[in-house]
């Protein structure tokens, strides 16, 4: 157990949708990542909260938006969704501090399909 | 920019055998490297790490050696088990845009048969 939790596990909708994944990181980390998992493009980072501030965007779509709350737990908001935007999402967390680089912990993932 | 690559997969290997998944990297400073772990329906969880030239990252016998003159990471274990089964990736991590966010390999399914 990574100890990032991710809700839901499993989320099944239609197309056009608007859907939304929490992420709560592992106690004490400051930065959250999102990253999707796809079979033709594998593994991609989304973006990057830390510490309620937006830090850096990856290959995310206009129409996805995240934000991290004060009690650091952070959520993806995807919009107008495609078939296409069905994959794994995945937070990760971990206790970047300036000038430092630390692992980073993955939670189980939210599986989307977009029907 | 920073990119990882991997060997193709998947690697059919039986119980006992000795484990190779090459990993190479391009990067334009120095990054962290990392081999993270994605066994069926679950998420990623690393396995090991190394932050600097020479080092060798080690856990659950597996192992892998930073490699900076010939930019490789390659992940090797001695003697495979059934439960090793799993998706393999390689990933790296450098400060880029404000961020230390993780690039990853394609990732290498690996089957061990008993």
């Known amino acids: 157990d990574s100890g990032v939790t991710q809700t839901p596990k499993h989320l099944i909708t239609a197309t056009g949708q608007r859907v939304t994944l929490r992420c709560s990181p592992r106690s004490g980390d400051l930065s959250v990542y999102w990253y999707q998992q796809s079979l033709d493009q594998g593994l991609q980072f989304l973006i990057q909260y830390y510490n309620g501030e937006e830090r850096a965007k990856g290959n995310i779509l206009e129409r996805f938006s995240a934000q991290q709350f004060p009690d650091l737990h952070s959520e993806l908001n995807l919009s107008s969704l495609e078939l296409g935007d069905s994959a794994l999402y995945f937070c990760a967390s971990s206790a970047t501090l300036a000038g430092e680089s630390y692992e980073q912990y993955f939670g189980p993932g939210t599986r989307l399909t977009v029907t | 920019g920073n990119s990882v690559t991997q060997m193709e997969g998947p690697v059919t290997l039986s119980e006992e055998a000795f484990l190779t998944i090459n990993c190479t990297y391009t990067a334009t400073g120095y990054p962290s490297l990392f081999w993270y772990v994605q066994y069926p329906g679950e998420g990623l969880q690393l396995l090991l790490k190394a932050t600097k030239a020479d080092d060798k990252g080690s856990n659950k016998g597996f192992e892998a050696t930073y490699r900076k003159e010939t930019t490789s990471f390659h992940l090797e274990k001695g003697s495979v088990q059934v439960s090793d089964s799993a998706v393999y990736f390689c990933?790296?991590?450098?400060?880029?845009?404000?961020?230390?966010?993780?690039?990853f390999g394609s990732g290498t399914r690996l089957l061990v048969r008993p």
């Open positions: 990933a790296l991590s450098d400060l880029m845009d404000s961020s230390y966010k993780l690039i």
